[in-house]
């Protein structure tokens, strides 16, 4: 299987601060089909960016994501207080899907 | 507005079985592949169950053998049948579903399921 590992663990910054999740995978990920998800606490997981780059509906332009290959980054810019969640990346279409153990961006 | 909500989810013993469900509305559910994905409460997610709109069914080794997804179109309804339980299963069961090849774009709120004697 694909394992998708993520750095940092924990990212503390403060809101208007820019974030950089990372997301490196075991295997190349095909046709660049990574996936990113905010869960809040106590909520379900949101889908942000599909296919490495493209943004979901309704999700602002200070979100987006890059890479190719095996090696994959979201960019958050200008933070605001409901960007402090956990984010997960997620590899799809190759069985098993697989995900990343999330990164958790806090307040600093 | 799309809405899937779990239920069926609660406290069972190891070896015991469980059956969640989930009702779908909102969209035209026999239109798509439908998942269960769950979460062990604060560690992250993993992919347990896909069923295709004809059917087909897949699993990851970790539950294969011992749950059954299916569904009931009719119903716009998804299932998930959990026999020989362990409380390695003990997590928040979520019914996903699948805009295409595996990408979640909706997400019910989670059951909790308790494997624990």
């Known amino acids: 299987e694909n394992v998708l590992t993520q750095s940092p663990g924990t990212l503390s910054l403060s809101p208007g601060d820019n974030a950089t999740l990372s997301c490196r995978a075991s295997q190349s990920v095909i046709s660049s089909y990574l996936a990113w998800y905010q869960q809040s606490p106590g909520q379900a997981p949101r889908l942000l960016i599909f296919?490495?780059?493209n943004r979901a509906t309704g999700i602002p332009d200070r979100f987006s994501g890059s890479g190719s290959g095996t090696d994959f980054t979201l960019t958050i810019s200008r933070l605001e207080p409901e960007d402090f969640a956990v984010y997960y990346c997620q590899q799809y279409l190759t069985s098993p899907i697989t995900f990343g153990l999330g990164t958790r961006l806090e307040i600093k | 507005e799309v809405h899937l909500a779990e239920a069926g989810g609660g406290l069972v013993q190891p070896g015991g079985s469980l059956r969640l469900s989930c009702a779908a509305s909102?969209?035209?559910?026999?239109?798509?592949?439908m998942h269960w994905v769950r979460q062990v409460t604060g560690k992250g997610l993993e992919w347990v169950s896909a069923i295709s709109t004809t059917g087909d069914t897949y699993y990851p080794d970790s539950v294969k053998g011992r749950f059954t997804v299916s569904r009931e179109n009719a119903k716009s309804s998804l299932y998930l049948q959990m026999n020989s339980l362990r409380a390695g299963d003990t997590a928040v069961y979520f019914c996903?579903?699948?805009?295409?090849?595996?990408?979640?774009?909706?997400w019910g709120q989670g059951i909790l399921v308790t494997v624990s004697s």
């Open positions: 996903v579903r699948d805009r295409g090849r595996g990408l979640y774009d909706y």
């Open positions: 909102g969209f035209t559910f026999s239109n798509y592949d």
């Open positions: 296919g490495t780059s």
